[in-house]
């Protein structure tokens, strides 16, 4: 039963498209996160929810929107895809301040 | 602002050789060490922690200890096997702040273990 679970696993779009992508996890924990990771394996955080409130906003393109309907869900909203939005997304979880743990990733590919 | 550092790879070793990765931080007071694997295809998993100064984090015959003076998490395994080849990441939690919110990640480290 996976813990951390994100939909699509691939994405494959055109620029200027808008798609979603989908996290759940089934830990209880109360807070989650989104990263990017770029083609070198730079990871770097773009948001933090915490009992479905904002809680770090790094400088991510307002083109980006994360939306957490409940605690279980936080789910990716991107409009007018660029090329270098291209990259792999993580979404994680973690019970307050403690340990992180990670979907498999959705790779995103903007042609 | 807070940074971690660590070796650029790729690491390439064989079966049973030691294996060191270097990792330094700058951080004000004592931030939480972090060590998390990437195996291919797959999302970063906590390998090893440690919270305070002098403190040894070990799992899977992984080790690193968190040394104050030289601000460094240097991970250390004693003989790697095929298995372990993947991306390691060094990372920091601010003090105060263990492992999660505002968790910064090095830039990783691909490790090749040949047989």
């Known amino acids: 039963d996976t813990a951390v679970s994100q939909t699509p696993k691939y994405l494959v779009t055109q620029m200027g498209n808008d798609k979603s992508i989908k996290c759940e996890q089934n830990l209880g924990h109360d807070t989650m996160y989104w990263y990017k990771q770029d083609s070198k394996k730079f990871l770097k955080i773009m948001f933090s929810?915490?009992?479905?409130?904002?809680?770090i906003n790094e400088t991510v393109p307002n083109r980006f929107s994360p939306k957490s309907p409940d605690k279980a869900h936080l789910n990716l909203h991107i409009n007018s895809l660029e090329l270098g939005d291209s990259a792999v997304y993580f979404c994680?979880?973690?019970?307050?301040?403690?340990?992180?743990?990670f979907g498999a990733g959705t790779r995103l590919s903007v042609l | 602002g807070d940074s971690v550092t660590q070796m650029e790879g790729p690491v390439t070793l064989s079966e049973e050789a030691f294996l060191t990765i270097n990792c330094t931080y700058t951080?004000?007071?004592?931030?939480?060490l972090f060590w998390y694997v990437q195996y291919p295809g797959e999302g970063l998993q906590l390998l090893l922690k440690?919270?305070?100064?002098?403190d040894k984090g070990s799992n899977k015959g992984f080790e690193a200890t968190y040394r104050k003076e030289t601000t460094s998490f240097h991970l250390e395994k004693g003989s790697v096997q095929v298995s372990d080849s993947a991306v390691y990441f060094c990372?920091?939690?601010?003090?105060?702040?263990?492992?999660?919110?505002?968790?910064?990640f090095g830039a990783g480290t691909r490790l090749f273990v040949k047989a």
């Open positions: 951080a004000t007071g004592y931030p939480s």
């Open positions: 929810y915490n009992n479905k409130e904002l809680i």
């Open positions: 994680a979880s973690s019970q307050d301040l403690a340990d992180q743990y």
């Open positions: 990372a920091l939690s601010p003090q105060g702040n263990t492992g999660g919110f505002k968790t910064i």
């Open positions: 440690a919270t305070k100064a002098d």
